[in-house]
Nanobody, 114 residues
Framework: QVQLVESGGGLVQPGGSLRLSCATSGFTFSIYAMRWYRQPPEKEREVVATISSSGGTTLYADSVKGRFTISRDNAKNTVTLQMNSLKPEDTAIYYC???????WGQGIQVTVSS
């Protein structure tokens, strides 16, 4: 059974940083690309960042490029999103998943506000 457990969110002031982690189980993590998604209030879910199965290739949404970094640890089956220079518009529920994944975790709330 696929499980995705996001952690590390919270309330942070503009300009601050947060590090999100996603613990996975129930599938062969090392052969899948992984993504971080987010769903802002009243909006559709969107892709934030993608990392290849080996970790050698990363892609970012234009809105987070240069501020967010996605990484993974295939030995620990985890994927991480380091978020710096946070802005109020980064406020959302953040999720991790495979690009073709149908099962979703509960997500983690990130709120950027003064």
């Amino acid at each position: 059974q696929v499980q995705l457990v996001e952690s590390g969110g919270g309330l942070v002031q503009p300009g601050g940083s947060l590090r999100l982690s996603c613990a996975t189980s129930g599938f062969t993590f090392s052969i899948y690309a992984m993504r971080w998604y987010r769903q802002p209030p009243e909006k559709e879910r969107e892709v934030v960042a993608t990392i290849s199965s080996s970790g050698g290739t990363t892609l970012y949404a234009d809105s987070v490029k240069g501020r967010f970094t996605i990484s993974r640890d295939n030995a620990k089956n985890t994927v991480t999103l380091q978020m710096n220079s946070l802005k109020p518009e980064d406020t959302a529920i953040y999720y991790c998943n495979r690009p073709t994944g149908n099962n979703w975790g509960q997500g983690i709330q990130v709120t950027v506000s003064s």
